[in-house]
């Protein structure tokens, strides 16, 4: 009787090794096509999706690299826990990187359509400027926090301020409370929909582009790259908000 529950024991531990190995294998993201992304700063490779992995390499603020799959990890940055994997099996966080200088846009949507658009990819924190099809614009951009995301959609540019003073009392946030903020002098404002804008962003530090949400929900730029984007859009192009 030992004899037999000692071997139901063993029998018991080794399903749940394997078990356990298999689910393990399963939560790793499967391989997808390879996709073009550029580093945007000094960046890490790790061993794992984590900043507690070892590195295992650096890349260049410039490189261009591949990016085999994304796959969850750590959270360095609120919002973001995407990680991407490199054909060489290490690891690099997908704040420090902008989607590669294809010529062609990212969205399906508008695949093979003519005229102006404008593609802001939410996650990657990236807005790009399309003409017939071709991207011939980027700019790293900082985009709306969890507390207040930027919407995901197809919007429009329906007002232009060159030069606008953006008060919260107007959406409901009292100034003095936690969430408020009156500022002036926000320069080439272009408005798609409920008082989101793409703008010249001053107050935020120049590594939060690309990297960081800061926003109430604005796609905020630099200074050149919000006059660019000025200059090429008008009332009524379009704008999308991929996720």
């Known amino acids: 009787m030992k004899k037999l529950r000692h071997g139901l024991v063993v029998l018991v531990l080794l399903t749940l ?52 799959a994304q796959v969850g990890g750590e959270e360095v940055y609120p919002g973001n826990s995407t990680w991407f994997r490199l054909p060489s099996g290490r690891y690099i966080y997908s704040a420090l990187t902008a989607p590669g200088t294809g ?22 924190q990236v807005a790009k400027a399309i003409e017939n099809g ?16 930027t919407p995901v ?19 409901g946030i009292p100034r003095d409370s936690p969430h408020g903020y009156y500022l002036t002098g926000v320069l080439y404002t272009q408005y798609i929909v409920d008082g989101v ?5 001053y107050w935020s530090p120049p590594e939060a582009f690309g990297n960081y949400p800061g926003s109430h929900g604005c796609v905020g730029m630099t200074l050149a790259d919000s006059k660019f984007f000025w200059d090429f859009a008008d009332i009524g192009t379009p704008v999308i908000i991929l996720p």
């Open 153 to 171: 959609g197809t919007f429009a540019v329906y007002n232009r301020v060159l030069n606008e003073t953006m008060d919260s009392a107007t959406i």
């Open 197 to 201: 804008a793409l703008h010249y962003n």
């Open 103 to 124: 010529s062609q846009a990212s969205s399906s949507s508008t695949s093979g359509q003519s005229g102006r658009w404008i593609e802001v990819d939410r996650s990657a």
């Open 17 to 68: 090794a394997i078990a356990s190995s298999t689910v393990g294998t399963a939560s790793a993201a499967a391989p997808t096509s390879p996709f073009p992304a550029v580093v945007t700063d000094i960046a890490n490779l790790r061993s794992g999706p984590s900043t507690s992995s070892s590195i295992v390499g650096r890349l260049q603020r410039g490189e261009e690299i591949d990016v085999m």
């Open 134 to 149: 071709e991207v011939v614009y980027t700019a790293l951009v900082t985009v709306g926090t969890q507390a207040f995301p």
